[in-house]
C-alpha cells in the first residue's frame, strides 16, 4: 500500500510538476486559461473596439478588443469608459496602504528579481521587536491597511513566522493583505485566522515556456502550482485575492489578456470573492540595472488599466511606486483605485533598513504627499473601507 502511495505521488508529479507537499486542487480554471490565451489576437476592427467600449456588460471578446493595437488608437475614449465606472463602484475614494518587507531570503532562481537567490545582497529577516518597530512607523503615518511581503523561502519565512507577523500587524491595522509564496488552502486558512485579508500572487508570465525560462530554480518553477494560488486562498477562506503579471517579461498584450481572464473565470466560480489587479512593470534591481519594461510605455500601461477597468468594474486596482508620480497621480483619475504610499522595498525600510531592496521605486513620496495629491485632483484618500465589530 505504501509502494502504492509513492507510485501515485511519482505518477501526480510527473503529470503536472508540482512537487511532494504541493496540494493539487484540480481546478479547470488554468486550462481554460491557457486556452483562450493561445486564441487571443492583438488585432481587432474598429467595430470591435467601439463595440468594447460602449458595452454594458463586457465579454472576454470586448476585453480582447480593448487590449488590441487599434485600441491603443481610442485610449482617451476608453479613459474616459474606465474613468465613467471607477466613478460608479468606488465614488472619489482612493484607498492608500504601504507595502512592508519583512525578510528577503528567497530559494527561488528568477532571472529579473533582485531577491533571487544568486544575487549578492544584504539578506535579512525582521524579529518580532523589529517587526513592531515596522508596525509603528506606519501606523503613525495614519496608514490602515499593509501588504506583508517576504521573499519565497520556506526555510528562512516558515508559515509561522509569517503568521505571527500578521497576529502583531492585526494590533496596529485594520486591513492586512500578504504577497508571499503560494501555499495548501489549509496554510492559507491558518493565516486569515491569524488576520489575513486577502492575498496576492503574481503569475509573472502566462506563457508556459517563457516562465520556464526565467524561473531556472526553486518552487516558483512549478507554474500549475503557483497559478491556482488564489484559488487554494479562496478555500482557505480569504475575502479577497490579486492578480498579475509582471509586464516586460513576454508579450504583454496576451500576459494582461490572461491575467484578466484568470480573475475573470475565478470570480465566476467564487462569486464572494473581492478581485484585485496589479499592474507591475519591470523595474531594474540591484547588480542589474538594464531590466527594463521594454515595449511596455506608460500609454500601453494605462491601456491595460482601462481594460481591467471595463472587464471587471468591481476589481480593485492598485498603482503602484514602481511608475513616476505624475503618472500615478493621473492613473487614479481614470482607472486605479488604490495607491500605494510611504514605500519603502527594503527589510525594515519604514524604521531601520536592514535588508537590500527587491528593485528600484520611481515615487518615493511620504503618505501626506500623496494623501495631498489626491486630494488636489478631486478625490479622497481613504484608509480602510471595513469596519469590524
Known amino acids: 500500500l505504501r509502494r ?25 480554471i488554468m486550462q481554460s486559461t491557457l486556452a483562450l490565451r493561445e486564441g487571443f489576437c492583438e488585432e481587432a476592427s474598429e467595430a470591435d473596439v467601439q463595440r468594447a467600449i460602449g458595452a454594458k456588460n463586457r465579454s472576454l471578446r470586448d476585453f480582447a478588443a480593448l487590449l488590441s493595437v487599434r485600441a491603443g488608437e481610442h485610449l482617451e475614449q476608453i479613459a474616459q469608459a474606465a474613468a465613467h465606472e471607477k ?13 512592508i518587507y519583512i525578510s528577503n531570503y528567497c530559494d527561488n532562481l528568477c532571472v529579473y528579481c533582485g531577491f533571487n537567490c544568486k544575487n549578492k545582497i544584504a539578506r535579512a529577516r525582521l524579529d518580532e521587536t ?29 508559515v509561522r513566522y509569517i503568521g505571527r507577523a500578521c497576529e502583531l500587524a492585526r494590533q496596529y491595522f485594520k486591513v492586512i493583505g500578504v504577497e508571499i509564496y503560494p501555499l495548501n488552502s ?48 479562496i478555500r482557505g477562506g480569504m475575502r479577497g485575492v490579486g492578480f498579475a503579471a509582471l509586464l516586460g517579461l513576454g508579450d504583454f498584450r496576451r500576459d494582461a489578456f490572461a491575467t484578466g481572464v484568470h480573475a475573470w473565470l475565478l470570480q465566476r466560480k467564487y462569486p464572494r470573492a473581492e478581485i484585485a489587479f496589479s499592474v507591475p512593470r519591470l ?43 505624475g503618472f500615478r497621480d493621473n492613473a487614479i483619475r481614470i482607472a486605479a483605485s488604490k495607491i500605494s504610499a510611504g514605500v519603502s522595498v527594503g ?43
Open 186 to 233: 489549509a496554510d492559507y486558512a491558518y493565516l486569515h485566522a491569524c488576520g489575513v485579508d486577502f492575498v496576492t500572487v503574481f503569475q509573472e508570465t502566462y506563457d508556459p515556456a517563457r516562465y520556464a525560462q526565467l524561473h531556472l530554480a526553486g518552487n516558483k518553477r512549478v507554474f500549475a502550482y503557483r497559478f491556482a494560488a488564489q484559488e487554494r486562498a
Open 87 to 99: 466613478a460608479a463602484y468606488f465614488g472619489s475614494n482612493i484607498a492608500v496602504f504601504t507595502p
Open 4 to 28: 502504492q502511495r509513492q507510485m501515485c505521488i511519482r505518477d501526480r508529479m510527473m503529470r503536472t510538476g508540482y512537487l511532494a507537499g504541493m496540494e493539487d486542487i484540480g481546478s479547470e
Open 130 to 158: 523589529q517587526l513592531k518597530a515596522e508596525f509603528e512607523a506606519i501606523a503613525a503615518s495614519g496608514l490602515e491597511e499593509i501588504l506583508i511581503l517576504t521573499g519565497e523561502s520556506e526555510k528562512n519565512s516558515p
Open 283 to 325: 523595474r531594474p534591481i540591484i547588480n542589474n540595472d538594464k531590466i527594463n519594461p521594454k515595449d511596455v510605455g506608460e500609454r500601453e500601461l494605462l491601456q491595460v488599466m482601462c481594460a481591467y477597468r471595463l472587464l471587471l468594474p468591481s476589481a480593485q486596482i492598485t498603482i503602484s511606486t514602481r511608475e513616476r508620480a
Open 347 to 389: 527589510i525594515g525600510g519604514h524604521s531601520e533598513q536592514r535588508g537590500d531592496e527587491q528593485f528600484e521605486i520611481s515615487d518615493a513620496r511620504s503618505v501626506s504627499e500623496v494623501c495631498e495629491a489626491i486630494r488636489g485632483g478631486g478625490l479622497q484618500p481613504l484608509m480602510s473601507g471595513y469596519i469590524y465589530v
